[in-house]
């Protein structure tokens, strides 16, 4: 046990992370939060965005007022070419 300015008592390995934790030193900051939460990824893996495919999903009301809209577009347009 260590004895810190405050009188507290506290293991030595708490009292490292506890320094680690306030220090000003980015590399003893990230150290730290590695400790308590895994380890940081060096490199972000991302998949260009041409490569994605988008899903719409629609609700059953929203399917329905959608066919609607379909529907009427054909009609019109069959219409038109009469």
Not at 30 to 45: N, R, T
Not at 46 to 51: C, K, V, W
Request: charge should be positive.
């Amino acid at each position: 046990m260590v004895t810190t300015e405050n009188g507290e008592r506290m293991p030595p390995a708490e009292l490292i992370l506890r320094s680690w934790a306030k220090s000003k030193e980015p590399m003893l900051q990230k150290a730290f939060m590695e400790y308590g939460y895994g380890k940081v990824p060096d490199k972000l893996e991302a998949t260009p965005l041409e490569d994605r495919k988008v899903l719409i999903l629609h609700y059953g009301h929203e399917r329905v007022k959608r066919e609607r809209l379909l529907l009427d577009g054909r009609e019109s347009a069959s219409r038109a070419s009469r």
